[in-house]
C-alpha cells in the first residue's frame, strides 16, 4: 500500500515571494508517477504537474517546478513569484505504473497556502 | 470540452434516507472515478470505473454504497440509509485510458450533509 504524507498543514507567504510545500510518500513500487493538485476555495481540484518516476529531471510548468528525490522519496513543490490566485489546498498525490487495477489516486492531506498581498 | 460535471452540488438530508448522486465526465474519458473527502482530509479513492464495468470498490464502500455506470457515460453513486459518518465532498473524476500518467479531472463534487 502507498502513503503519501503532507507535514505543512498550512504555510502562508507574500505576495511575489517564493515557497516550497513538502510531500514525502512510501511505496514499494519502482515505477510511478506523482502529481500536485491544487484545490482553490468552493472550486474544483487542478492538475498544477505531474512527474514520471523514471525521469530524473525535475518537471516544470511556468512558475512551479518540483524537487522530486527518488531515494528520499520526496516531491516538493516550488511556487514562484506567488499570486492572490494561488492561494489553495495543494494536494500531494501518487499513483502506480504496475498495471492491473492500480489506477486510483492516493492522496495527502494537503497544505493549505494562503498569499497574502 | 466542458469538463466534468457533478449533480447535486449540495444535498442535506436526514438520517436514514436514501440519496444519490450524478456524474457527468468528460465525453471521450472512458475511466470514472469516484473519491470522498472529508473535511482536513485528501480525497480518498471508493471505486473506478472503465466503461461500464466496474473494476475496483475500497473498503470505505460499505454494502449502503454502490455506484453504477450503465452505458460507460454517466455514473450514479448511490447511499442508502445514510448516516451522519456519510458527511462528506464525494468528487467524480474522468480520464483516458492509456496509462496512469493521464491526468484524471476532477468535477466540482457534491457536499452532503447528514443530519
Known amino acids: 500500500a502507498q502513503t503519501v504524507t503532507q507535514s505543512q498543514p498550512e504555510m502562508s507567504v507574500q505576495e511575489a515571494e517564493t515557497v516550497t510545500l513538502s510531500c514525502t510518500y512510501d511505496t514499494s513500487e519502482n515505477n510511478y508517477y506523482l502529481f500536485w493538485y491544487k484545490q482553490p476555495p468552493s472550486r474544483q481540484m487542478i492538475l498544477v504537474i505531474r512527474q514520471e518516476a523514471y525521469k530524473q529531471q525535475n518537471a516544470t510548468e511556468n512558475r512551479f517546478s518540483v524537487n522530486f528525490q527518488k531515494a528520499a522519496k520526496s516531491f516538493s513543490l516550488k511556487i514562484s513569484d506567488s499570486q492572490l490566485g494561488d492561494t489553495a489546498m495543494y494536494f500531494c498525490a501518487f499513483i502506480p505504473d504496475s498495471g492491473g487495477s492500480n489506477y486510483k489516486l492516493t492522496f495527502g492531506k494537503g497544505t493549505l497556502l494562503t498569499v497574502n498581498p | 470540452d466542458t469538463g466534468v460535471s457533478q449533480d447535486p452540488r449540495h444535498k442535506i438530508t436526514k438520517r436514514g434516507q436514501n440519496v444519490t448522486f450524478r456524474c457527468d465526465p468528460i465525453?471521450?474519458?472512458?475511466?470514472l472515478y469516484w473519491y470522498r473527502q472529508t473535511l482536513g482530509q485528501g480525497p480518498e479513492f471508493l471505486t473506478y470505473?472503465?466503461?461500464?464495468?466496474?473494476?475496483?470498490k475500497s473498503r470505505l464502500l460499505s454494502d449502503r454504497f454502490s455506484a453504477e455506470r450503465p452505458k460507460g457515460s454517466f455514473s450514479t453513486l448511490e447511499i442508502q440509509r445514510t448516516e451522519q459518518g456519510d458527511s462528506a465532498m464525494y468528487l467524480c473524476?474522468?480520464?483516458?485510458?492509456?496509462?496512469?500518467?493521464?491526468?484524471?479531472?476532477f468535477g466540482p463534487g457534491t457536499r452532503l450533509t447528514v443530519l
Open positions: 470505473f472503465q466503461n461500464e464495468a466496474q473494476l475496483e
Open positions: 465525453s471521450e474519458h472512458n475511466r
Open positions: 473524476a474522468s480520464t483516458r485510458a492509456g496509462g496512469n500518467y493521464n491526468e484524471q479531472f
